[in-house]
């Protein structure tokens, strides 16, 4: 119980810094502008919550702090960090066992097989899910895949976790509890995560702070610092009250584009 | 501790129900068993049986003379006396190695050119429609060619199985590569898939499905095209399958033709079989259909 009221050591520095960053994709006339003029920083070991509605250029941030994609002006840096990154579908290798799935990493980092049995089995314990190493992706249910999907971005040995609303497709039941999964694995692994999402009010349950993003361009509006204890629950008062407040917020946002 | 526990129970809680199979299923016993296969058989008995009934019909209706269009009365007792003839097993198997040889040649070649299409982009717009044209190419208007080039050999026939069957293993094999799931090459890329590892790991397995279909078809043709073969290069003296269709019209041994024609079929549906069998336990695996 103690681990709860413990405060995370926040040491300052930050895992990435994005300053003044603009994505134009195309040339010309057809030329669109994703983000301009962002600039955001997220802490070593914090969680952040990105919200905003369509066009916000969420996932494009994401690339850009995964080093998939390069800024058109201004600079992404993650200092060394090692970046793993989660999707709305847990795309799976479908013809990997759940085992072999999260081998596939450490394959590529050369991981020798002895300790790739062995953490695959520590990975499976950490998101519950031991004693299903030999299933196949398609024998498993959504919120089970993700929790795949999540042992095999650990797997990656990353301490920045990227994740484009992983849970966007579950079911409320569901969602609500890999919500605690994945605070409990980020506070045990210490990770920094950015997580991007069209649900506020997930946004409050999970973020240490909430950047709301306009959209066409992507810019940020505002930074919120949630309040309230950890574990926070979804239909607590508080948190439907932060949410309501950001929330008003976006549809101001929104309606500035009727 | 007590925390983590009631936690746990949440987590396979709802991981137990989300598993739970919607409808429940009958136990299956023995005699449920016997059933299913006794299902599954008599559908393909019948069929056997209303085609002898069938030939057998038309030879009663004195269409043709017995002596050109014998029933299964007189072609059973002959396809038996065949098949327990040594020569009958010898010809078998030079046509059948015939076969997998060809065929072993058009996967070495199809492989080659699906890999170098489905890499280089220039490529693919210059050949990509001439593999579609190919496999659209009755094979045996190649033979004559064949014949000029290799001579009355056994290289004319495997050269026309190779054009025949070589353009669907290629076409296969790069739609395969060209349908695997951009989200799977995504979660690759974002794993640092890349090089050879990117391809034994994730491009391969992923075009797998397609390929096997590919070489289906293409086995299809190479079948075709070794028939045809084997009937219009007639090596002299060289037992075969085609070799001895010939000789049997040449003898007007009407009740060897036939079980030779029966041969034929039987062959075809078996390796047919075979590559369902393997086409449908892949996408079991692959959890494309249950």
New interface residues.
Partial sequence: ?TTMTESRNLTGTSAVEIDDISKVFGRGRGAVTAIDGMTVHVGTGEFLAVVGASGCGKSTLLSLI?G?EEPTTGAVDVGGHR???M?Q?A??????TVGANIE??M??NKVPKAERRRRVTELLALV??SGFERK??????G??RQRVALA?ALA?DADLLLMDEPFGALDA??RD?LH??LE?IWREKSLTVVFVTHNVREAVRLGDRVVLLSSRPGRVIKEFTVEGERPRRIDSGQIAEQAATITDRLREEVSRHA | MP?TDV??R???G??AL??QPERGADERGAGDVARGIWASTWPKLAAVAIVLLAWQAVVWSGWRTEFVFPGPDRVLPALFNEITDPEFWTAVQVTMRRAFVGFALALVVGVVVGLAVSQFKPLRAAIGSLITGLQTMPSIVWFPFAMLLYGISESAIMFVIVLGAAPSIAGGLTSGIDYVSP??L??G?????RGV?RYT??IV??A?PMFVSGLKQGWAFAWRSLMAGELLVIINQQNSIGWALSQARQLNDADRLLSYIIIVLVIGIMIDVFFNWADRSLRR????T?
């Fill in positions: 119980m995964a998939l970046v793993a990154m999707f579908e795309a799976l290798f479908p013809w990997l596939v990493p394959k590529v519950r899910l196949r992706p398609h024998e498993l249910s919120g089970m095999r990656q039941m569901t509890i605690d999964e409990r | 925390e936690r746990d949440q987590v396979q709802l991981d989300e598993l989200l799977l995504r979660a890329h974002v794993m640092n898939l590892q790991l994730l397995p992923a797998l695996r692959w959890g494309i249950r």
